[in-house]
């Protein structure tokens, strides 16, 4: 009965490959986030959906590419990977937000640590 | 721009110390206040929130107070437990002056808490 779900939890890989974090919220929520967690702990938003559409989109390279399936699952794809882009990446849901709300809860997933070598 | 600050860390206390977090903010807007908290290898987790001025948000202990006139939300516990080593974010969402929010967080840097028995 996990809510919000990350595959995988860590991942390795070499520079210049492509890879894939899925996550999955079984909450309901109509708005998912990805943020991006360096090694000195400090947290940035990536991506929002909200009903597969996306709203907010921060100056990230647009080797950076999230996709939304369905309103429960937002994946991130990442192309032709540099060793910047190591870090722990999280997933996160919440209720709506297009109509206001700005105290609604943001719920996290366990995050994917994506080591680059 | 929205902006957190919060008080620079490690902060280390023994069992049964108070505990003080200072947060400030810069916004524009109408910004709701949160605290996270991140316990090893987990993802975030609300531990309160404070949506107004003079608001106070509570939760296992800790309290924070929303003060509009000195732009700050300070976390505060009366007695740490070893259980709470973790580390904390300060963090706010806004209305724009659309009204609307999307929901997205900024955080402060992050206070890393060790309590020690």
């Known amino acids: 009965d996990t809510a919000v779900s990350q595959t995988p939890k860590y991942l390795v890989t070499q520079m210049g490959n492509d890879k894939s974090i899925k996550c999955e919220q079984n909450?309901?929520?109509?708005?998912m986030y990805w943020y991006k967690q360096d090694s000195k702990k400090f947290l940035k938003i990536m991506f929002s959906?909200?009903?597969?559409?996306?709203?907010i989109n921060e100056t990230v390279p647009n080797r950076f590419s999230p996709k939304s399936p369905d309103k429960a699952h937002l994946n991130l794809h990442i192309n032709s990977l540099e060793l910047g882009d190591s870090a722990v990446y999280f997933c996160?849901?919440?209720?709506?937000?297009?109509?206001?709300?700005?105290?609604?809860?943001?719920?996290f997933g366990p995050g994917t640590r994506l080591t680059v070598l | 721009g929205n902006s957190v600050t919060q008080m620079e860390g490690p902060v280390t206390l023994s069992e049964e110390a108070f505990l003080t977090i200072n947060c400030t903010y810069t916004?524009?807007?109408?910004?709701?206040l949160f605290w996270y908290v991140q316990y090893p290898g987990e993802g975030l987790q609300l531990l309160l929130k404070?949506?107004?001025?003079?608001d106070k948000g509570s939760n296992k202990g800790f309290e924070a107070t929303y003060r509009k006139e000195t732009t700050s939300f300070h976390l505060e516990k009366g007695s740490v437990q070893v259980s709470d080593s973790a580390v904390y974010f300060c963090?706010?969402?806004?209305?724009?002056?659309?009204?609307?929010?999307?929901?997205?967080?900024?955080f402060g840097q992050g206070t890393i808490l060790t309590v020690h028995p």
């Open positions: 404070a949506t107004k001025a003079d």
């Open positions: 916004a524009t807007g109408y910004p709701s």
């Open positions: 996160a849901s919440s209720p709506a937000q297009l109509a206001g709300g700005p105290g609604d809860t943001q719920y």
């Open positions: 959906y909200n009903n597969k559409e996306l709203i």
């Open positions: 963090a706010l969402t806004f209305l724009n002056a659309g009204g609307t929010s999307y929901g997205k967080l900024t």
């Open positions: 909450l309901g929520h109509d708005t």
